[in-house]
């Protein structure tokens, strides 16, 4: 598992990797330092080839790609935004570790890029007026993107993307977003071409809880039900999933009503929409919230835990 990481003595960002199967032992090795002209505080989102030792992330508007197999490698700038734009901090790289997604952002536009790693082409794939963001590659077939019409969940009625050079080349959406529910983190599969969503608790329609859409199946499918739902993963067989909540799971009420500040952890049963409390946490505003995730080999569940002085934890629970 790998954390950024804010050294003040040094005035670094970097990134480290924590060893996670061995509870009770803290083994933290540092990945990289990131280049850091203006040794700001701040956070690094980053994403690892599935199927190769590479890593990449955007920081201070340029795209470093990580040797994972060196570790006395350093950061190689693989792209820098033009003069004027920004990259998004999200980016996505695929299983070969060969091909990387970032976002670059410019007045009045939201652009998709594909970087080449080896040969260092950079394709535009589309451009949106629109606030677009969290692009990925499928997992089950990378000729699939998924990516996101950002915004409130109240007044964005068509927030799941999907891009296929052939079938869907402009791209379009593929959630149907029926009147009232407002739908918001999708996780894209690696079992089928789709994604399990959340309707949020503070939708004023029913049912809420946690979805499934496609393009083969955009009317959205409900899997399980729940009036406090949040962010959302999938297993990678597609037969579980887990969730966090707007408080309390057993509390009365939908979204925030009631919440106290408290987060719970279900693990659910995508056969039956049956739920299995796992842990229960504190929640504030982002990113302190749980954001519960399996393990690449579906042994455990990772979250975010908030104690009572504010430190962020990451928490692990086994599953049976």
Known sequence: MAITRWDPDRLATGIASVAWRNPGEVDVREVCTLPDQSAKEGTVWFDVARGAERLAAVWDD?????DLADHAAEPETAYRAAVGHTLQGLVSINSSGDRVLVSEESPGAYTLLEVDVDTGHVRELH???????????????????GFSHEGSTETVPDRVWARHAVEMPEGQC?????EGLYFGHERWAHHAVGAVVVAYGASPAEPRGLYWT??????????????RYWHCD?????TL???????PADRTGKGWDDADGLADVLLVNLAEGRTTPLA???ATRHPAHPHPIFTPDGSAILFND????GTISITRVDLP
């Open 234 to 238: 999938i297993s990678r067989d597609g």
């Open 214 to 227: 496609s393009p083969d199946e955009p009317s959205g499918r409900l899997l399980s039900r729940g009036d």
């Open 280 to 282: 229960r946490t504190r």
């Open 241 to 247: 999933a887990v969730v966090d909540t707007t408080g």
């Open 306 to 309: 908030l104690g009572q002085d």
């Open 62 to 66: 340029v795209l470093h790609l990580v």
């Open 174 to 178: 593929v959630l149907k977003q029926p």
């Open 127 to 145: 451009t949106r007026e629109w606030w677009a963001n969290h692009a990925h590659y499928c997992p089950a077939d990378e000729e699939w993107i």
